[in-house]
């Protein structure tokens, strides 16, 4: 994939609503905030720009469709940032 195509593919997914390119010290900043609950917090990105979140503790696993459902489950769970 080219430069120019990796960026028209990020600009679709906002486009489409989806989760848009994080910042690696904010998503850093949230695992630190997960850690201290005692939870481990994950994400991938999708070739086309789309994101997964991913929650995990003692084996189970929480799914967090975007970063806004991120921010509510940590605070759920008793973390800030």
Do not use: C
């Not at 690696?24 to 201290?36: E, G, P, S, V």
């Amino acid at each position: 994939m080219t430069q120019s195509q990796n960026k028209n593919a990020l600009e679709l997914a906002g486009s489409k609503g989806a989760i848009q390119k994080t910042d690696n010290a904010d998503f850093t900043a949230l695992q630190a905030a997960f850690a201290q609950q005692g939870h481990r917090l994950h994400h991938v990105t999708a070739p086309d720009g789309t994101g997964l979140y991913w929650a995990e503790r003692w084996g189970l696993v929480r799914y967090l469709p975007t970063l806004h459902d991120v921010g509510r489950f940590l605070a759920q769970i008793g973390g800030r940032l």
